[in-house]
Protein backbone atom coordinates (compact mmCIF):
# COMPACT_ATOMS: atom_id res chain seq x y z
CA UNK A 1 0.00 0.00 0.00
CA UNK A 2 1.44 3.58 -0.82
CA UNK A 3 1.83 5.79 2.01
CA UNK A 4 1.08 9.57 1.56
CA UNK A 5 2.45 12.14 4.35
CA UNK A 6 1.72 15.92 4.01
CA UNK A 7 1.73 19.27 6.05
CA UNK A 8 -1.62 20.34 6.65
CA UNK A 9 -3.60 22.91 8.83
CA UNK A 10 -5.49 21.36 11.30
CA UNK A 11 -8.44 23.34 11.02
CA UNK A 12 -10.45 21.23 13.67
CA UNK A 13 -9.96 22.78 16.61
CA UNK A 14 -7.97 26.59 16.92
CA UNK A 15 -6.22 27.27 19.88
CA UNK A 16 -5.97 29.89 22.61
CA UNK A 17 -3.84 32.70 20.10
CA UNK A 18 -7.01 31.69 17.50
CA UNK A 19 -4.28 29.86 14.83
CA UNK A 20 -4.49 26.63 13.85
CA UNK A 21 -1.94 24.22 14.48
CA UNK A 22 0.39 22.58 11.63
CA UNK A 23 0.31 18.87 11.05
CA UNK A 24 1.95 15.72 9.35
CA UNK A 25 -0.94 13.71 8.18
CA UNK A 26 0.25 10.09 7.48
CA UNK A 27 -1.91 7.90 5.62
CA UNK A 28 -1.51 4.42 4.85
CA UNK A 29 -3.87 1.78 4.40
CA UNK A 30 -6.61 4.31 4.89
CA UNK A 31 -5.67 4.88 8.32
CA UNK A 32 -4.48 8.13 9.37
CA UNK A 33 -2.25 9.85 12.09
CA UNK A 34 -1.13 13.40 12.94
CA UNK A 35 1.70 14.69 14.95
CA UNK A 36 1.71 18.12 15.75
CA UNK A 37 5.19 19.83 13.89
CA UNK A 38 5.28 22.48 16.59
CA UNK A 39 3.85 25.56 14.29
CA UNK A 40 0.45 27.46 14.14
CA UNK A 41 -0.52 29.92 11.83
CA UNK A 42 -3.92 31.84 11.01
CA UNK A 43 -6.11 30.47 8.52
CA UNK A 44 -5.92 33.51 6.45
CA UNK A 45 -1.95 33.56 6.28
CA UNK A 46 -2.28 29.54 4.94
CA UNK A 47 -2.66 28.80 1.13
CA UNK A 48 -4.86 25.32 1.42
CA UNK A 49 -4.68 24.27 -2.33
CA UNK A 50 -1.03 24.08 -2.35
CA UNK A 51 -0.77 23.12 1.57
CA UNK A 52 1.74 25.93 2.51
CA UNK A 53 1.96 29.23 3.92
CA UNK A 54 0.63 32.42 1.76
CA UNK A 55 3.73 34.53 0.16
CA UNK A 56 2.89 37.09 1.99
CA UNK A 57 3.26 35.52 5.52
CA UNK A 58 6.69 37.08 7.47
CA UNK A 59 8.09 34.13 8.38
CA UNK A 60 7.14 32.05 5.33
CA UNK A 61 11.01 30.64 4.82
CA UNK A 62 11.07 29.38 8.75
CA UNK A 63 7.71 27.62 8.32
CA UNK A 64 8.83 26.18 4.90
CA UNK A 65 12.00 25.05 6.59
CA UNK A 66 10.61 23.30 9.29
CA UNK A 67 7.80 21.63 6.99
CA UNK A 68 10.36 20.34 4.35
CA UNK A 69 12.55 19.02 7.47
CA UNK A 70 9.72 17.16 9.11
CA UNK A 71 8.46 15.58 5.82
CA UNK A 72 12.02 14.24 5.00
CA UNK A 73 12.17 13.14 8.20
CA UNK A 74 8.81 10.85 8.09
CA UNK A 75 10.39 9.93 4.62
CA UNK A 76 13.43 9.04 5.26
CA UNK A 77 11.68 6.67 7.47
CA UNK A 78 9.78 5.17 5.38
CA UNK A 79 12.42 4.33 2.87
CA UNK A 80 14.55 2.70 6.24
CA UNK A 81 11.36 0.55 6.71
CA UNK A 82 10.97 -0.35 3.23
CA UNK A 83 14.46 -1.26 2.63
CA UNK A 84 14.71 -3.51 5.59
CA UNK A 85 11.75 -5.09 4.47
CA UNK A 86 9.69 -4.37 7.73
CA UNK A 87 5.70 -3.93 7.77
CA UNK A 88 4.47 -0.40 9.75
CA UNK A 89 1.36 1.61 10.46
CA UNK A 90 0.89 5.19 10.50
CA UNK A 91 0.71 4.70 14.14
CA UNK A 92 4.05 2.56 14.35
CA UNK A 93 6.00 5.38 12.15
CA UNK A 94 5.07 8.15 14.48
CA UNK A 95 6.35 6.03 17.34
CA UNK A 96 9.62 5.26 15.36
CA UNK A 97 10.08 8.79 14.75
CA UNK A 98 9.27 9.81 18.04
CA UNK A 99 11.59 7.61 19.76
CA UNK A 100 14.85 7.63 17.86
CA UNK A 101 16.73 5.48 20.13
CA UNK A 102 15.06 2.43 19.41
CA UNK A 103 17.50 0.30 17.25
CA UNK A 104 16.28 -2.17 14.88
CA UNK A 105 17.48 -5.63 15.94
CA UNK A 106 16.97 -9.55 14.93
CA UNK A 107 16.86 -12.47 16.20
CA UNK A 108 20.65 -13.64 15.73
CA UNK A 109 21.42 -9.99 17.21
CA UNK A 110 19.38 -10.22 20.41
CA UNK A 111 20.55 -13.49 21.28
CA UNK A 112 24.11 -12.81 20.80
CA UNK A 113 23.89 -9.52 23.16
CA UNK A 114 22.35 -11.73 25.39
CA UNK A 115 24.92 -14.39 24.99
CA UNK A 116 27.47 -11.85 25.51
CA UNK A 117 25.96 -10.16 28.59
CA UNK A 118 25.79 -13.43 30.33
CA UNK A 119 29.20 -14.11 29.83
CA UNK A 120 29.81 -10.94 31.65
CA UNK A 121 28.20 -11.36 34.06
CA UNK A 122 30.27 -14.75 34.19
CA UNK A 123 27.33 -17.38 34.01
CA UNK A 124 29.09 -19.45 31.52
CA UNK A 125 27.31 -22.23 31.18
CA UNK A 126 24.06 -20.52 30.94
CA UNK A 127 25.23 -18.33 28.27
CA UNK A 128 26.48 -21.88 26.65
CA UNK A 129 23.17 -23.45 26.91
CA UNK A 130 21.47 -20.14 25.15
CA UNK A 131 24.32 -20.59 22.76
CA UNK A 132 23.02 -24.01 21.98
CA UNK A 133 19.52 -22.98 21.49
CA UNK A 134 20.54 -20.47 18.97
CA UNK A 135 22.72 -23.21 17.36
CA UNK A 136 19.73 -25.33 17.12
CA UNK A 137 17.00 -22.95 15.91
CA UNK A 138 19.54 -22.08 12.90
CA UNK A 139 20.44 -25.22 11.55
CA UNK A 140 16.78 -25.52 11.82
CA UNK A 141 15.97 -23.09 9.39
CA UNK A 142 18.23 -19.91 9.80
CA UNK A 143 16.43 -17.67 7.13
CA UNK A 144 13.06 -17.14 9.85
CA UNK A 145 16.11 -15.88 12.16
CA UNK A 146 16.15 -12.59 10.01
CA UNK A 147 12.92 -11.17 11.74
CA UNK A 148 13.21 -7.44 12.52
CA UNK A 149 11.76 -6.06 15.75
CA UNK A 150 12.39 -2.71 17.70
CA UNK A 151 14.37 -2.79 21.09
CA UNK A 152 14.24 0.53 22.88
CA UNK A 153 17.60 1.03 24.26
CA UNK A 154 17.97 3.08 27.20
Not at 12 to 35: G, T
Request: proline share 3%; aromatic share 10%.
Amino acid sequence: MSTTIDVICYKVRPLKNNEYPLMIRISKDRKRKYKSIGLSIKEEDWDFSKSQPKPNVHNRELILKVMDDKLAEYRDTVLEYRAEGRDFTASSLVEGIKNPQAKVKTVVTVFNDYIDNLKAQSRLSYAKSVYEVLNSLQQYDSRKLDIFFLKATA
